[in-house]
């Protein structure tokens, strides 16, 4: 079946886009307004654009509340730091409810009896329960019609100490981080744990074999 994106309206557009483009990875981004307030919540617009810089992306919509931005996008707007936390089946309930729209005022990990650990480059701080943080700095806000993606550059990365099989190399065991990923609808998520391995193929190896060896 053909959609024709050029004369769905949008809301059309979003839900044929969300229930395919899947699992899509949360950014959990906790942010802190001018006074020190702490924010977070669940964005899966979001994604490792680049390493050098090393970049994530997050796009936010308009706020439930009305025309104006949400809470996260404000408090981004206005002190260029925040941290994205990535959801674990284990986070994966408190991620819900800071999804909920609280008021500005609310700290939502307070709300969601969540911990929060000082950061070491920016203000906000991270979510303890999360197996990996990212601190970032904003590198660019990009309009993108009815959203506006956030560029984050990364200053510092935390990682459970549990979750790192080789710290000399850089090695994360990815399994062990039970990560979940959102799939389509309001309310359905991924887990990652069932995986399968495709070895790349180098041009060698393809060029022998495709006789059907
Ligand atoms: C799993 C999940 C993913 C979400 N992804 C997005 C997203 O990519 N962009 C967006 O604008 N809102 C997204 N939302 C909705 C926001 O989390 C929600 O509007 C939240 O209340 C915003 O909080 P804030 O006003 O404190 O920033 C998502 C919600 C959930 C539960």
Not at 95 to 107: F, G, H, K, R, S
Not at 115 to 128: A, L, N, Q
Not at 182 to 210: F, S, V
Request: glycine share 8%; aromatic share 6%; net charge negative.
């Amino acid at each position: 079946m053909l959609f024709d994106f050029t004369t769905l309206p949008t809301r059309e557009r979003y839900k044929l886009l969300v229930a395919t483009v899947v699992p899509r990875p949360i950014a959990w981004v906790v942010t802190q307004d001018e006074a020190g307030v702490t924010n977070a919540a669940p964005f899966s617009f979001f994604n490792a654009l680049s390493s050098d810089p090393p970049i994530l992306g997050v796009s936010i919509g308009d706020s439930p509340r009305g025309p104006g931005d949400k809470d996260t996008l404000a408090n981004i707007k206005a002190t260029g730091q925040f941290v994205v936390c990535l959801v674990s089946e284990r986070t994966a309930h408190a991620m819900n409810i800071t999804a909920t729209d609280l008021p500005p005022e609310v700290d939502e990990l307070a709300e969601a009896a969540l911990t929060p650990v000082p950061s070491t480059k920016v203000k906000p701080p991270r979510i303890g329960e999360s197996p990996v943080a990212f601190e970032c700095e904003l590198f660019q806000l990009v309009p993108l019609g009815g959203n506006i993606l956030v560029l984050g550059k990364v200053l510092a990365m935390h990682v459970h100490d549990d979750c790192v099989e080789d710290a000399a190399k850089n090695y994360i065991d990815t399994p062990k981080l039970e990560l979940i990923g959102r799939m389509h609808g309001r309310g359905w998520y991924a887990r990652t744990a069932e995986m399968i391995d495709i070895p790349r193929i180098t041009l060698a190896d393809w060029a022998a074999n495709k006789g059907g060896g």
